[in-house]
């Protein structure tokens, strides 16, 4: 698969990494019940395809998606890249809390290690830049960490520039992880051109949309999700929106089609057609899906393909 250098760092990252976020299992924001040996066999396949880097966050599952990551990784004798997150703890009902205390941080990348298994993070991202008076409080943290030789680069995600721009004199970001996809594009409105112009890499969330631009949802879809699928209270999949959304993924189709390919792969090759979009983090919770999405690696749109498809999505 096509690789990316990750901004300024000496990673180079294949177009798309694994993401892990649904094989947390049950949690605030989980996607329902999840069967670990599914998730064991979707991270190998993802190796196996080609893919050289996965995400995953704490919170995912409260501790589970990292505890899973590091059993697959036990089984691989070559490792993948791997990046984690901070900043966000959870309590006894396993609901998020934001947290950005030094030594919190400090604390989490110690646990994150552990359950991953290994002696360094190869990128550690802040979750989420709240509370946002600790912003540079946290960065600090994260820096202290490189220092430490605990981790080898720190990204931010979900940011905004002003708060780029308020980390970059303590530490250079490696990267930004921020959502993008076809349905969401807010990123084209400057953050982008700052990334680039920046050497800041991007590695862009959710470009399925959670799932939705594969193709596969509909009324009937919806009422198969378990009870505690957070994208039941996802306003992209209620509502006006969602039929708006499954029309413009109707006009997506043939696109795909007569190129012998999926929606899944068309929304993916897509996010990639950016030069500063260093890679998709794609989420996947069975073996097949993986196996499905890692091919949209190769797939390098025409001008025409992308002229048509934005004048769907105008
Ligand atoms: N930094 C952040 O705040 C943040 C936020 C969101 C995501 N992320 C990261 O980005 C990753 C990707 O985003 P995402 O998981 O939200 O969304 P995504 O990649 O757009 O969608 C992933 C979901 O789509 C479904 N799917 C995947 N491949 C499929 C296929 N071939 N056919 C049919 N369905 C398929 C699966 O769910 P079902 O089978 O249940 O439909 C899967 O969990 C996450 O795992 C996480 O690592 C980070």
């Not at 690789?3 to 605030?28: H, K, M, P, Y």
């Not at 990204?155 to 250079?172: C, D, H, K, M, W």
């Not at 899944?264 to 069975?286: D, M, Y």
């Amino acid at each position: 698969m096509r690789t990316r250098r990750l901004g300024n760092t000496d990673l180079e990252l294949t177009v798309i990494g694994l993401g892990t976020w649904a094989i947390g299992g049950s949690w605030q924001f989980g996607w329902g019940p999840q069967d670990d040996a599914d998730s064991i066999r979707t991270i190998l396949a993802a190796i196996d395809g080609g893919i050289n880097w996965i995400d995953t966050a704490p919170i995912y599952g409260c501790g589970h998606s990292e505890s899973i990551v590091g059993l697959a990784l036990r089984e691989l004798r070559e490792k993948p890249l791997i990046a984690t997150k901070c900043g966000l703890l959870w309590n006894d009902k396993r609901e998020k809390i934001n947290c950005l205390d030094h030594d919190s941080i400090i604390k989490e990348c110690e646990d994150s290690l552990k359950r991953l298994g290994v002696d360094v993070i190869d990128l550690y991202q802040m979750h989420w830049p709240q509370p946002e008076a600790q912003l540079e409080e946290a960065w600090e943290a994260m820096a202290t960490l490189v220092q430490q030789g605990k981790v080898r680069n720190i990204g931010a995600s979900n940011f905004t520039v002003e708060q780029l721009q308020r980390v970059v004199a303590i530490y250079p970001p490696a990267s930004l992880q921020p959502p993008y996809s076809m349905l969401r594009r807010d990123i084209e409105e400057g953050m982008i051109d700052y990334c680039g112009q920046n050497s800041i890499g991007i590695v862009a969330y959710s470009p399925m949309q959670k799932g939705l631009l594969t193709g596969k949802f509909s009324a009937e879809h919806m009422r198969t999700l378990a009870a505690d699928d957070h994208r039941l209270n996802d306003p992209n999949f209620d509502g006006e929106k969602f039929q708006k959304n499954l029309s413009i993924i109707e006009s997506l189709r043939p696109i795909a089609e007569r190129n012998g390919k999926t929606v899944a792969q068309l929304a993916i090759a897509w996010v990639l057609r950016k030069e500063e979009i260093t890679a998709a983090i794609v989420g996947a919770r069975k073996q097949s899906q993986i196996e499905e999405t890692v091919q949209a690696g190769d797939w390098i749109l025409s001008d025409e393909e992308i002229e048509e498809i934005s004048r769907i999505l105008e």
